[in-house]
């Protein structure tokens, strides 16, 4: 790890100051990720900007949905009274990442934040396109089994170039719920759509989101919905804690006895970016909630789905866990 500054401002505008100063700083809060990223000397901030003392913590009702400070802690989140009665799949979803104590110190801003865990990314001695662009990617024909199977081809705005996944949980269930995510610049105040928020990897794979630079996550905004019930979050993993998502689904169904008036669906563990399954959606609405209809809807979203040599069991393995996730969701399981 190399020498750093540190400053802690209490501004949202000597915050974004201080970062832009400083071409290689980094906006630090939890620190869950950045501070093992920079023991590897994956990352070597000259510059670290600490944004805990900006007024980012309220969990709060706004309009009429809920508005999640950037600086709220994982832990804060997802036991919050609010969370669990109006939005109890992101509460699912957090409750399935790390470990308990990470998700005390981890914050929502940080969580969107973080970076994939290809083994390739964290070992400065191989090839990787995101840490060191033009190097090559040493999981596409190297050990690849926890890698892509969505958005790798050109055509998905993809790229061969990066075939690493987006490690959260939290952001699978943002994804699903259409969340958007306030931040603030440079050049004012803006709103991004959740799913446009992480990006797939293109011709810059070292990019993980849209966000500019001195941009600043200030909250989460979650739109009412009736996803309040028959929501379910599976998570498959090498062990059953502190373990990434091998494959994770996002499930929420709104029920009319027990025809399906809308559904929403997302995966984690199989893309650049939380994987948004729009299509499986659509051939959910207006059908009966049965086993056959969502193995239907599975097949659906199976259909872009490209698999390297160590990974093709996500191919069954990511259809099985989308009919488990909605059987669950459903009360059929």
Not at 119 to 148: Q, T, V, W
């Amino acid at each position: 790890m190399i020498n750093f500054q540190y400053v802690q401002p209490t501004t949202p505008q000597a915050a974004i100051e201080a970062l832009t100063a400083t071409p290689t700083a980094q906006f630090i809060a939890g620190g869950t990720n950045l501070v093992d990223l920079m023991k590897r000397e994956v990352m070597n901030p000259e510059k670290l900007v600490d944004l805990n003392a900006l007024p980012y913590r309220a969990i709060e009702k706004a309009g009429s949905g809920l508005r999640i400070g950037a600086l709220a802690l994982n832990s804060a989140v997802a036991d919050h009274p609010l969370i669990r009665q109006y939005q109890p799949l992101l509460s699912q979803a957090l409750n399935a990442g790390a470990s308990a104590q990470i998700r005390n110190m981890a914050t929502v801003g940080g969580n969107m934040m973080q970076r994939t865990r290809c083994y390739y990314f964290y070992d400065p001695a191989m090839p990787c396109n995101k840490r060191e662009p033009g190097s090559g990617c040493g999981a596409l024909n190297g050990f690849n089994r926890i890698h892509a199977i969505f958005g790798t081809r050109d055509g998905q705005s993809g790229s061969p170039s990066c075939i690493a996944v987006h490690p959260s949980d939290m952001c699978v269930a943002l994804t699903a719920l259409d969340a958007t995510v306030q931040v603030t610049g440079p050049k004012g105040d803006r709103t991004i759509p959740f799913p446009d928020f992480h990006r797939l990897p293109g011709s810059t794979p070292q990019r993980d989101t849209n966000l500019e630079r001195g941009e600043l996550i200030v909250a989460v905004q979650i739109p009412e919905n009736r996803f309040a019930r028959n929501v379910h979050y599976l998570k498959v993993r090498d062990r059953n804690s502190y373990a990434f998502a091998l494959v994770s689904v996002a499930a929420a169904l709104d029920l009319d006895g027990q025809t399906i008036r809308a559904a929403r669906l997302a995966m984690g563990g199989v893309a650049h970016k939380p994987w948004r399954l729009l299509a499986a959606e659509q051939a959910l609405q207006g059908k009966t909630a049965s086993e056959a209809t969502f193995q239907q809807a599975a097949a659906v979203a199976m259909r872009e789905a490209k698999a390297y040599e160590h990974n093709a069991f996500k191919l069954k393995m990511a259809p099985a866990a989308m009919v488990e996730a909605l059987k669950v969701a459903a009360g059929l399981a």
